[in-house]
């Protein structure tokens, strides 16, 4: 197959999600929402600054940046079952179209929407007071580094919903999210923690993330020593599971 003809299928399989957002505004709205009512409830209700140097808002934006790449994985993962259970992949997997094609599409549309709403998420942080302090660039590299996490966790889903198959078995696997986002450093610093509880939050790949965009913002909390960590993890993640995905996608009906 030429590249223009895998382009070309995964375009398609694309637009096909991306019409589905016309269909299904509540929904669309609902995720760009969801992470700035977290953002506002932590950084006004609930947040303290635990072992934070600085303005805590400061320390709070990058992490809720970061949080927002690993939340929302469940509307990729659900309408990956839902095309499973309905038959349309198997109609998809009749055509001659490229192999992982829909996959393709799916994550290029769920992608989009992470854009949209990482934007939405730095609106808000200006608007409650927060300020990127590292320049044009540092901002563009804190942004590339967040956008690469939710890549790397978006096939992480898609391979979890392939071997789920259910709706149902999807929303049993989405709790296992919740503990990677909350033992971060997103909130607090690690030093505030137990030893124990404070090792495990600093090998999590999230943590990684979010030093380095906090280094990137120049922002508290900041790390230079974490930028390549915040690189290496979503890269490793996606080599073992983008593989394993389009495998399992193929493998479908055998």
């Known amino acids: 197959m030429s590249a223009a003809y ?3 299928d995964c375009w398609t399989m694309t637009r096909r999600e991306l019409a589905h957002w016309a269909r299904q505004p509540v929904q669309v709205l609902v995720g760009l929402v969801f992470p700035v009512m977290m953002l506002l ?7 303290g600054g635990r072992s934070v140097e600085g303005d805590y808002v400061d320390f709070l934006v990058p992490g ?12 990729t993962m659900t309408a990956v079952t839902q095309d499973l259970n309905k038959g349309v992949i198997d109609r998809f997997r009749s055509m001659p179209m490229t192999d992982g094609a829909v996959l393709v599409g799916r994550s290029a549309a769920d992608m989009l929407q ?9 609106g808000v942080g200006y608007a409650i007071g927060w300020r990127a302090n ?9 942004l590339g580094l ?19 198959g259910r709706a149902e078995l999807v929303q049993a696997v989405q709790i296992l999210v919740w503990p990677i986002g909350f033992l971060s450093n997103a909130f607090a610093s690690p030093d505030s923690m137990p030893g124990w509880l404070g090792t495990f939050v600093e090998w999590n790949p999230m943590s990684a993330t979010a030093t380095a965009v906090r280094e990137f913002f120049g922002n508290p909390g900041g790390e230079p020593g974490q930028i390549w960590a915040a690189v290496v993890w979503p890269v490793v993640l996606l080599v ?8 399992r996608f193929g493998r479908l009906g055998k």
Do not use: Q
Not at 41 to 47: C, I, N, Q, T
Not at 114 to 122: E, F, H, P
Not at 146 to 164: D, H, N, S, T, Y
């Open 146 to 164: 967040l956008l690469l996490l939710r890549f790397a966790m978006l096939w992480i889903g898609i391979f979890l919903a392939l071997v789920a």
């Open 114 to 122: 992470s854009t949209v709403g990482l934007l939405v998420m730095v």
């Open 134 to 142: 590292g320049g044009l660039g540092s901002t563009l590299g804190a």
């Open 41 to 47: 409830m932590f950084g006004y209700l609930v947040g």
């Open 240 to 247: 073992l599971f983008f593989p394993l995905a389009v495998r």
């Open 64 to 75: 809720m940046l970061t949080l927002t790449m690993v939340f929302g994985l469940e509307g």
């Open 6 to 8: 895998v382009v070309s």
